[in-house]
Structure formats: structure tokens, C-alpha cells
Nanobody
Framework: QVRLVESGGGLVQAGGSLRLTCDVS????????MAWFRQAPGKEREFVAG??????RYKTSVKGRFTIDRDSGKNTVDLQMNSLKPEDTAVYYC??????????????????WGQGTQVTVSS
């Protein structure tokens, strides 16, 4: 059974930092690209950052503030979020896609999802 479990969300003031972690089990971690999406109230789910064997991709508005990395020994993928803004407020989701599929922006391509973790940035 494939499981993706996010943790690390919370409430933070603007300018602060949070580190999200996604624990992955039940799949061949090295064969999958991993991504973070987010969904704010009333908005569609959007791609934030992704990492695969030979590429890392970021949403333009988070470049320079967010960093994605993965630990193959622990089967985890982290999202370090710095200089947070109120517009970063959303539920953040971890997702997995076979590595050969690349890092598409659309959520419909991803095979597995976590349950999400809430990030709230106060002004």
C-alpha cells in the first residue's frame, strides 16, 4: 500500500519559515519523481516544486524562497519554505509520479497523493 504522509505545517508570521516533510512508503522511491502542490481556499491546486533524478522545478513565485530536497535513505521529500508571505497560505500536498514522466504542472498526471498539511501565514 502506497502512503504519502505530510507533516510540518502550522501557523507562522510573514517572513518566517517552515519545513514540510513527506514520508513515503509502499513504492520504489528512487523510481518516482516527487512534488509539492498547494491549494488555497477557492482556488485550484497548483504546482509548487518538484524533484526528479535530473531536474528540480519551482513555481516562479517561490523561487529563491523555497527549496525542495529528497533523502533516498529515509524515503522523504522536504520543502523548506523561507520568507513566507500571506499568499503562501494553503493546504500543501505531497505527490508522486514515475520519474520518466517528468514534472508536469497539472495535478492530474500524478499517481499518489498525501492527505495534506495546512500552512497559514499571518500578516
Amino acid at each position: 500500500q502506497v502512503r504519502l504522509v505530510e507533516s510540518g505545517g502550522g501557523l507562522v508570521q510573514a517572513g518566517g519559515s517552515l519545513r514540510l516533510t513527506c514520508d513515503v512508503s509502499g513504492l520504489s522511491f528512487s523510481s518516482y519523481a516527487m512534488a509539492w502542490f498547494r491549494q488555497a481556499p477557492g482556488k485550484e491546486r497548483e504546482f509548487v516544486a518538484g524533484i526528479k533524478s535530473d531536474n528540480i522545478r519551482y513555481k516562479t513565485s517561490v523561487k529563491g524562497r523555497f527549496t525542495i530536497d529528497r533523502d533516498s535513505g529515509k524515503n522523504t521529500v522536504d520543502l523548506q519554505m523561507n520568507s513566507l508571505k500571506p499568499e503562501d497560505t494553503a493546504v500543501y500536498y505531497c505527490a508522486a509520479i514515475p520519474d520518466e514522466m517528468g514534472l508536469p504542472l497539472s495535478e492530474r498526471h500524478y499517481d499518489y497523493w498525501g492527505q495534506g498539511t495546512q500552512v497559514t501565514v499571518s500578516s
